[in-house]
């Protein structure tokens, strides 16, 4: 995610963030997040609703994976709830642009990507997108 935003998260929710500047050897926090600008209305939906259900919770690690947004926390279990359903959606929207998405493959790679996007960093078909190439 680009610095901006991601600090824009960092200065809105800086308890469910606190980890960030500890060291490596604490926490994965300390990388930032690790996910492209296209989540940023997930991931602060996402926070918003964490730090409602636990206000306690804190962020561990942010980071794409798979193709879905990975978000580990400290938290309890109506936060792990949540972050679970968020994860799901992440498999709907572009993880560059914030459009609706699906799931895309380069080789072993899977991204959640838009048409666009897929086309312009030559993902292959999906199985629900029709603009992506054979």
Same mark, same amino acid.
Request: include cysteine; charge should be negative; proline fraction near 3%.
């Given at each position: ?75 309890? %279990?109506? @936060?792990?709830?949540?972050?679970? #359903? ?5 498999? +709907?929207?572009? =993880? ?19 048409? %666009?996007? @897929?086309?312009?960093?030559?993902? #292959? ?5 029709? +603009?992506?190439? =054979?």
């Amino acid at each position: 995610m680009n610095k901006a935003l991601q600090e824009k998260l960092y200065g809105k929710y800086p308890d469910l963030f606190r980890q960030k500047d500890m060291s490596m050897q604490e926490t994965c926090m300390c990388w930032g997040m690790e996910c492209r600008s296209g989540w940023y209305d997930l991931i602060d939906e996402l926070c918003s609703k964490l730090v409602e259900a636990d206000p306690n919770a804190q962020a561990v690690q942010v980071k794409e994976k798979f193709g879905g947004l990975s978000f580990y926390i400290i938290g309890n %279990e109506e @936060a792990q709830d949540i972050v679970g #359903k968020y994860e799901e959606k992440s498999h +709907e929207v572009c =993880e560059v642009c914030g459009k609706k998405g699906v799931m895309c493959a380069r080789g072993s790679w899977l991204k959640t990507l838009c048409g %666009e996007h @897929a086309l312009a960093n030559d993902y #292959k078909k999906c199985p629900e997108c029709l +603009e992506c190439p =054979e």
